[in-house]
């Protein structure tokens, strides 16, 4: 009886995980080069935070922003973004989203971080195309 338990258990842990991977490509996080491009990028990036994060940003700067951490088992997204150098003068924005739920986030994760990327890389284009 009690090595039943223990595989039930293990069984719905694994398929929780297994419930937290992406299930489809994501998105490349979006690169931006120049002023402009990279202004109309991070503004959408935080845009997007406030529009679908659970929570309140937390920390705000020109190249890092974080919204507080989910608590409670709540299902709620929170939010990081992070604008990393790269070589040559251009950026990466790299955005993670979580939650702290067992059972998986709404909405879910990986769906709002390959829109997060869709978004953002397209409000750069938008701005280089002026």
């Not at 338990?5 to 937290?20: N, P, Y």
């Not at 080069?33 to 845009?47: K, M």
Request: glycine share 6%; hydrophobic share 40%.
């Amino acid at each position: 009886m009690r090595h039943r338990l223990t595989i039930s258990v293990l069984s719905l842990l694994v398929a929780a995980c297994a419930a937290d991977a992406p299930q489809t490509p994501i998105a490349p996080a979006p690169i931006c080069a120049g002023t402009p491009q990279c202004t109309a990028e991070w503004a959408e990036a935080r845009t997007f935070v406030l529009q679908n994060a659970g929570y309140k940003i937390q920390t705000y700067s020109p190249d890092f922003m974080q919204t507080y951490n989910p608590s409670g088992e709540s299902p709620s997204l929170a939010a990081q973004v992070n604008m990393q150098p790269l070589a040559g003068g251009s950026y990466k924005l790299v955005a993670s989203f979580w939650c702290d739920n067992l059972f998986g986030c709404i909405p879910n994760q990986w769906k709002t971080l390959d829109s997060f990327n869709l978004a953002v890389a397209a409000a750069g284009r938008r701005d280089t195309a002026r």
